[in-house]
């Protein structure tokens, strides 16, 4: 039995929740490993709506869930979405949360620089300005605050006043006020005992769950092409959010995130800024935005919208080794007459089968379409691929031969039983 990984192989908002949901159903532990609370995940289980960003998605179905040393978190934000949660029902104990000891924490300056710099910036990258961006710059600079870091005050004092040495003249640049060292040190205080009641060496919980022989779900935070080494750079996240990154951001090795599955959506949407070529701003698009509710869920801005772009997704499945992927969203599609499929660029005079690494050549990219026949029956809540028409057949087999990984999971609806299993990722 494998290990799953499960990855969104766009830009993010594929349906990961759901899936990762699903899978919970045959795991033992879930694991957060990257991002932070700019991500979110919708579950909805027997009518009731889950909405996490930090949390694991784990924690609905009362599995071990893990908050890996890879992510970034906002200890007051965390604490919120507990308390939320908590209110639908859902107790989170540190039996059940389990908070890496080595984990950068988000601070308010953090939040402050990146709102700030949003706000001044003649290119916008189109950030949620909830400070994940300056708290990486923080981790990979060597002066980041981290959870362990609560236990012992003493030792905290002198690294607040490391750390706001560094933030000082950036603050004076963008025209904000210093930050108090005292008044940090205080608001880290008040919040210490109740981040500290879920703080463990997470790698070890992990290992010992290895050894032990359970299954192991890691849940990825965004989509592949939002990596800050492979996405759509500089319009991208500030953490590798491909599948590599499962092993560094938990602490396991890299035999232990297992099976790769990507998340594909049956159609093509982003937030924010960036290079959007398949982007759609007819009536398809609106179609696509309305009835697939597309809006972000943590932030609330609404997703732009455009046919299925096969280039990408090739380009995901390679650099995230994805061995199958769940496909979500087709239902979305239902009562279109034609459909697209993008399966190169033209870039110039240049005919080209990948996404370059050039900011102007992204820009650039014209999307070379392929049509199908679209049907007009309805595919939401099938729950066996033999209830799907021939259209919707056809367009499910040539997704996989263009992206080059088969269909291991097809979702219908956002509920959590409308999947079709086609192969179970934890059986390899």
């Given at each position: 039995?494998?290990?799953?990984?499960?990855?969104?192989?766009?830009?993010?908002?594929?349906?990961?929740?759901?899936?990762?949901?699903?899978?919970?159903?045959?795991?033992?532990?879930?694991?957060?490993?990257?991002?932070?609370?700019?991500?979110?995940?919708?579950?909805?289980?027997?009518?009731?709506?889950?909405?996490?960003?930090?949390?694991?998605?784990?924690?609905?179905?009362?599995?071990?869930?893990?908050?890996?040393?890879?992510?970034?978190?906002?200890?007051?934000?965390?604490?919120?979405?507990?308390?939320?949660?908590?209110?639908?029902?859902?107790?989170?104990?540190?039996?059940?949360?389990?908070?890496?000891?080595?984990?950068?924490?988000?601070?308010?300056l953090h939040r402050d620089?990146?709102?700030?710099?949003?706000?001044?910036?003649?290119?916008?990258?189109?950030?949620?300005?909830?400070?994940?961006?300056?708290?990486?710059?923080?981790?990979?600079?060597?002066?980041?605050?981290?959870?362990?870091?609560?236990?012992?005050?003493?030792?905290?004092?002198?690294?607040?006043?490391?750390?706001?040495?560094?933030?000082?003249?950036?603050?004076?640049?963008?025209?904000?006020?210093?930050?108090?060292?005292?008044?940090?040190?205080?608001?880290?205080?008040?919040?210490?005992?109740?981040?500290?009641?879920?703080?463990?060496?997470?790698?070890?919980?992990?290992?010992?769950?290895?050894?032990?022989?359970?299954?192991?779900?890691?849940?990825?935070?965004?989509?592949?092409?939002?990596?800050?080494?492979?996405?759509?750079?500089?319009?991208?996240?500030?953490?590798?959010?491909?599948?590599?990154?499962?092993?560094?951001?938990?602490?396991?090795?890299?035999?232990?995130?297992?099976?790769?599955?990507?998340?594909?959506?049956?159609?093509?949407?982003?937030?924010?800024?960036?290079?959007?070529?398949?982007?759609?701003?007819?009536?398809?698009?609106?179609?696509?935005?309305?009835?697939?509710?597309?809006?972000?869920?943590?932030?609330?801005?609404?997703?732009?919208?455009?046919?299925?772009?096969?280039?990408?997704?090739?380009?995901?499945?390679?650099?995230?080794?994805?061995?199958?992927?769940?496909?979500?969203?087709?239902?979305?599609?239902?009562?279109?007459?034609?459909?697209?499929?993008c399966v190169g660029y033209?870039?110039?005079?240049?005919?080209?089968?990948?996404?370059?690494?050039?900011?102007?050549?992204?820009?650039?990219?014209?999307?070379?379409?392929?049509?199908?026949?679209?049907?007009?029956?309805?595919?939401?809540?099938?729950?066996?691929?033999?209830?799907?028409?021939?259209?919707?057949?056809?367009?499910?087999?040539?997704?996989?031969?263009?992206?080059?990984?088969?269909?291991?999971?097809?979702?219908?609806?956002?509920?959590?039983?409308?999947?079709?299993?086609?192969?179970?990722?934890?059986?390899?």
């Open positions: 039995m494998a290990n799953v990984t499960v990855v969104g192989a766009q830009w993010g908002d594929e349906g990961k929740g759901k899936i990762v949901d699903w899978l919970s159903n045959r795991a033992d532990v879930v694991v957060r490993f990257q991002g932070g609370h700019n991500a979110g995940h919708t579950l909805v289980v027997d009518g009731k709506v889950y909405k996490l960003a930090l949390l694991p998605s784990g924690v609905v179905q009362g599995k071990t869930s893990v908050i890996g040393n890879g992510v970034v978190v906002d200890p007051w934000h965390l604490l919120t979405e507990i308390g939320k949660i908590a209110d639908q029902g859902v107790n989170i104990t540190p039996e059940l949360l389990v908070l890496a000891d080595n984990a950068t924490l988000i601070l308010p620089l990146d709102q700030a710099r949003e706000a001044a910036s003649s290119q916008k990258i189109g950030t949620t300005g909830r400070g994940i961006g300056p708290a990486y710059e923080d981790k990979v600079g060597r002066r980041a605050i981290r959870v362990a870091d609560l236990a012992d005050p003493e030792a905290l004092k002198p690294k607040i006043e490391r750390l706001l040495s560094h933030h000082g003249a950036l603050r004076r640049g963008l025209g904000l006020p210093d930050a108090d060292a005292g008044q940090l040190f205080d608001q880290l205080m008040e919040i210490a005992p109740k981040m500290l009641a879920y703080a463990q060496p997470a790698w070890r919980v992990l290992d010992q769950a290895k050894k032990a022989g359970r299954r192991i779900l890691f849940e990825g935070a965004q989509g592949a092409l939002l990596d800050v080494d492979h996405g759509t750079y500089p319009f991208v996240t500030s953490s590798n959010t491909v599948a590599g990154q499962a092993a560094a951001g938990s602490g396991m090795g890299p035999k232990g995130p297992g099976y790769v599955l990507g998340i594909v959506k049956a159609y093509t949407t982003r937030v924010g800024e960036g290079p959007f070529a398949c982007e759609l701003s007819d009536e398809v698009g609106t179609h696509l935005s309305t009835v697939g509710r597309e809006v972000g869920v943590n932030t609330g801005r609404p997703r732009r919208c455009g046919w299925f772009d096969a280039v990408l997704v090739r380009q995901s499945v390679a650099i995230n080794g994805i061995d199958g992927i769940a496909l979500t969203k087709l239902d979305v599609l239902d009562g279109l007459e034609t459909l697209k499929i033209k870039i110039g005079d240049k005919v080209v089968d990948y996404l370059p690494a050039g900011m102007r050549d992204q820009a650039a990219a014209e999307p070379i379409y392929e049509e199908m026949e679209g049907w007009s029956e309805s595919t939401a809540g099938a729950r066996s691929f033999k209830d799907l028409n021939a259209n919707a057949i056809k367009y499910v087999r040539r997704v996989e031969e263009l992206i080059g990984a088969p269909v291991a999971l097809l979702s219908t609806s956002p509920e959590r039983d409308d999947t079709i299993l086609m192969r179970d990722p934890f059986e390899g």
